[in-house]
């Protein structure tokens, strides 16, 4: 199987090596180049699909016509919608909070980019696409991902629109309900692999679950406990904020939440962050239960990007296919449901584990 190994090499490493620098000026430029590399390597996927592949694969999925009119495909849909939105007039409500105002719609995109810096994507070529490899790395990215809740609470709460505040609040609330599921959920691959690195977990899920008639089944921990990856999978999309989970922001509730108030490139930041924040789910969800990058034949980084699309192709499908839950359904299923199946699932692992170890 293609993927990053444990202990390999960093691709800041690789990068101050390739320039020939050493010690900290060598840490600090390879770190600069690495993170401007992986960052637009994700604002380039968000871009495709959120102006573009959201709508082609919508349309497909509800029997209608996409975008197919500009450009090849309609691909030139994405110029078009960046130079629409961001040549419109930005305008700030009267009595809105301006430095919270100001700094919501950057708040949510960096909180998702800052999540990548610990996910491993596996090799290209000669180098290993991983920014950092902390042995806290599992507990550094959700806790990264939890950040995008202070910006929804802080656009709501600076737009001195009661909706927006409203919206705001529903959405914090969402995402406290589910995030404790989620952060449960994942504890139950801790305790399995008995370390929170990233690099670990992915080596553990290298070898071999059970080969059945010459085919090899992996080790992966959507495998070896799908129970786990089903409840991780239903608290990512509302932590995420996807169909059936996506009350806060949703057209037919409160006037579209917390962004209410928000034009031009703020809309802009806004949309974006929640596109970074769906890859970034499904990125975490490939590290700690699909292998990472780990897959046959094509090389890891190649694996790592079919994941994490086809995570983003399951979203889409959940929009054109699940109704929406009302927002007491959907704190009811948060405390009441996942909760507690995902504390039974990690006292159901830990007595697995302790009973095999």
Partial sequence: MAGLLQGEVLLPEQIADLLGLEGALGAAVGALIGAFVVGNVMLAFTGVAGPWAKRKITAAFTDRIAVNRIGPFGLFIIVADSVRLLSKELIIPDGADRPSYDLAPLILPASAMLGFAVIPMGSLGPFNIQLADPEAGLALVFAF????????????YASNNKYSLMGGL???AQNIAYEIPLVVTAMSVVVFTGSLQMST????????LISIAGVSIPAWFAFVNPFAFVLFLVANMAEIGRNPFDIPEAPTEIVAGYQTEYSSVYFVLFYLGEFLHVFLGGAIMATIFLGGPAGPVLPGFVWFVIKIWAFFLFTQWARSALPRVRIDQLIEIGWKGMLVLSFANLVLTAIIVGVIA
């Fill in 201 to 208: 977990i992915v080596a553990e899920q290298s070898t071999t």
């Fill in 145 to 156: 991902a939890s950040i995008a809740s202070i910006s929804l609470v802080m656009g709501g």
């Fill in 170 to 172: 529903r959405a914090v």
